[in-house]
C-alpha cells in the first residue's frame, strides 16, 4: 500500500493498459465526470480503458459514460477506483474487484484505505480536481476529457457554492473551460432544471419539515410511501440532501431517505461554523465522509432513526 502524489499516480498509470475504472454505488456526478473524463484521457494516450457498467446512474449523468462501458469479453489487467472512499460503497457488481484496486483514487477523508497504490487528497472539493491533475500530467486535457471532468467539479460543489468550493476548484474549472467545453449547457443540465416530479417532491420535503436544536437543525424525510405517491425516481433525487442547506439559520440539514423498508440512509449536510460535526455523527453510526458533508445506513422504524441520529448528532455538536 502506497501513498501517490498525483504524479507519480499518473506515472503508474502511464505503465498500465486494459484499465477497468470503478464508480461508486448511488453513482454521483463526481464520480461518473472523474470516471469518464480518465477512460477519456487514458484511450487518448492509446490504452484500452473502460468502465465497470454502474446499473445505478441516473439520466442526468448517463450521458458522460454509456459509451464508454466494458463489455462482457473485457478482461482488465488494472483496476482503478474514483471517489470511492470505502468497501460499503461498491455496488454488487464492483464488489469482486475490490481486491484487484491498484489504485484507489479518493478526496473523502474517511477514505477506508484499499488498493495497492492510493492517491488521496481530502483537501479538495471534488475527486474531479484530483483527476484532472493526473490526466493532465498524462498530457494535454481536451474538449472531450474536459467535459466530464467540469461536470464532476461542477457538481460535487453545487456550482460552486458549497462550503468544500476553494481557489483550486476555481483554477481547475477556468482550466476546463479554456478547452471550449459547453459549460453552459452543463450548468443548465445539472443546476437549473428540475423535473415536475422533483419540484412536487420538494414542495413535499419543506411542507413537512421538523426542526430542532432550536431550529437549527432540520429533518427532512423522505418515507418509500412519498416516493410512489409522487412517482419520482431515482432521477428526480440528484443531490436531494442540499435541500435542507437553504433554509434561513439551519446549520444541520438531515435528509432522511428510506431506501428499503426499514433501512434509511442519512445524508447530512452541516454548516461551515463548526457546530456540527457531519463526518464524527455519521460515524457513530457506522458510515463517514466529510466534515460538513456525511452520510450513513440507519435502521428501524422513521421514529426510531429520527432518534437515533438527533443523539448522534447531539454528540458531535459543540
Ligand atoms: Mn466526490
Same mark, same amino acid.
Given at each position: 500500500?502506497?501513498?501517490?502524489?498525483?504524479?507519480?499516480?499518473?506515472?503508474?498509470?502511464?505503465?498500465?493498459?486494459?484499465?477497468?475504472?470503478?464508480?461508486?454505488?448511488r453513482?454521483?456526478?463526481?464520480?461518473?465526470?472523474?470516471?469518464?473524463?480518465?477512460?477519456?484521457?487514458? !484511450?487518448?494516450? #492509446? @490504452?484500452?480503458?473502460?468502465?465497470?457498467?454502474? +446499473?445505478?446512474?441516473? *439520466? /442526468?449523468?448517463?450521458?458522460?459514460?454509456?459509451?464508454?462501458?466494458?463489455?462482457?469479453?473485457?478482461?482488465?489487467?488494472?483496476?482503478?477506483?474514483?471517489?470511492?472512499?470505502?468497501?460499503?460503497?461498491?455496488?454488487?457488481?464492483?464488489?469482486?474487484?475490490?481486491?484487484?484496486?491498484?489504485?484507489?483514487?479518493?478526496?473523502?477523508?474517511?477514505?477506508?484505505?484499499?488498493?495497492?497504490?492510493?492517491?488521496?487528497?481530502?483537501?479538495?472539493?471534488?475527486?474531479?480536481?484530483?483527476?484532472?491533475?493526473?490526466? !493532465?500530467?498524462? #498530457? @494535454?486535457?481536451?474538449?472531450?476529457?474536459?467535459? +466530464?471532468?467540469?461536470? *464532476? /467539479?461542477?457538481?460535487?460543489?453545487?456550482?460552486?457554492?458549497?462550503?468544500?468550493?476553494?481557489?483550486?476548484?476555481?483554477?481547475?474549472?477556468?482550466?476546463?473551460?479554456?478547452?471550449?467545453?459547453?459549460?453552459?449547457?452543463?450548468?443548465?443540465?445539472?443546476?437549473?432544471?428540475?423535473?415536475?416530479?422533483?419540484?412536487?417532491l420538494?414542495?413535499e420535503l419543506?411542507?413537512k419539515?421538523?426542526?430542532?436544536?432550536?431550529?437549527?437543525?432540520?429533518f427532512l424525510c423522505l418515507p418509500l410511501e412519498m416516493m410512489e405517491r409522487t412517482?419520482a425516481n431515482e432521477?428526480?433525487l440528484?443531490?436531494i440532501?442540499?435541500?435542507?442547506?437553504?433554509?434561513?439559520?439551519?446549520?444541520?440539514?438531515a435528509v432522511l431517505r428510506e431506501l428499503k423498508p426499514g433501512e434509511w440512509k442519512l445524508s447530512?449536510?452541516?454548516?461551515?461554523?463548526?457546530?456540527?460535526?457531519?463526518?464524527?455523527?455519521?460515524?457513530?453510526?457506522?458510515?463517514?465522509?466529510?466534515?460538513?458533508?456525511?452520510g450513513a445506513t440507519v435502521h428501524g422504524s422513521l421514529e426510531q432513526v429520527k432518534?437515533a441520529v438527533?443523539?448522534?448528532?447531539?454528540?458531535?455538536?459543540?
Amino acid at each position: 500500500m502506497s501513498r501517490l502524489t498525483t504524479q507519480a499516480a499518473a506515472a503508474l498509470l502511464r505503465q498500465q493498459d486494459n484499465i477497468l475504472i470503478l464508480t461508486h454505488r448511488r453513482p454521483d456526478g463526481d464520480t461518473i465526470g472523474c470516471a469518464a473524463g480518465l477512460c477519456l484521457a487514458l !484511450r487518448q494516450m #492509446g @490504452k484500452r480503458a473502460f468502465l465497470l457498467k454502474n +446499473p445505478e446512474v441516473t *439520466a /442526468v449523468n448517463a450521458i458522460y459514460v454509456e459509451p464508454l462501458w466494458a463489455g462482457a469479453d473485457f478482461a482488465p489487467e488494472f483496476v482503478v477506483s474514483v471517489d470511492i472512499a470505502a468497501k460499503s460503497l461498491f455496488f454488487e457488481g464492483a464488489a469482486a474487484y475490490f481486491d484487484r484496486i491498484g489504485l484507489a483514487i479518493d478526496h473523502h477523508p474517511s477514505f477506508e484505505g484499499f488498493g495497492v497504490h492510493q492517491c488521496v487528497n481530502p483537501e479538495r472539493a471534488a475527486c474531479g480536481e484530483i483527476v484532472f491533475e493526473i490526466c !493532465r500530467e498524462l #498530457g @494535454k486535457i481536451n474538449r472531450e476529457t474536459a467535459l +466530464p471532468l467540469y461536470a *464532476a /467539479v461542477a457538481t460535487d460543489t453545487g456550482c460552486f457554492v458549497y462550503t468544500n468550493t476553494t481557489a483550486n476548484t476555481h483554477r481547475v474549472a477556468a482550466e476546463l473551460m479554456e478547452t471550449g467545453i459547453d459549460y453552459i449547457s452543463v450548468n443548465k443540465r445539472h443546476f437549473r432544471t428540475k423535473t415536475k416530479r422533483r419540484i412536487a417532491l420538494e414542495a413535499e420535503l419543506l411542507g413537512k419539515a421538523e426542526f430542532f436544536h432550536e431550529d437549527r437543525g432540520v429533518f427532512l424525510c423522505l418515507p418509500l410511501e412519498m416516493m410512489e405517491r409522487t412517482g419520482a425516481n431515482e432521477n428526480d433525487l440528484e443531490d436531494i440532501a442540499s435541500l435542507a442547506g437553504i433554509i434561513e439559520g439551519v446549520d444541520c440539514g438531515a435528509v432522511l431517505r428510506e431506501l428499503k423498508p426499514g433501512e434509511w440512509k442519512l445524508s447530512l449536510r452541516t454548516g461551515a461554523n463548526g457546530r456540527v460535526n457531519a463526518t464524527k455523527a455519521c460515524e457513530t453510526l457506522g458510515g463517514g465522509g466529510h466534515a460538513m458533508a456525511a452520510g450513513a445506513t440507519v435502521h428501524g422504524s422513521l421514529e426510531q432513526v429520527k432518534k437515533a441520529v438527533l443523539e448522534a448528532v447531539g454528540q458531535a455538536a459543540r
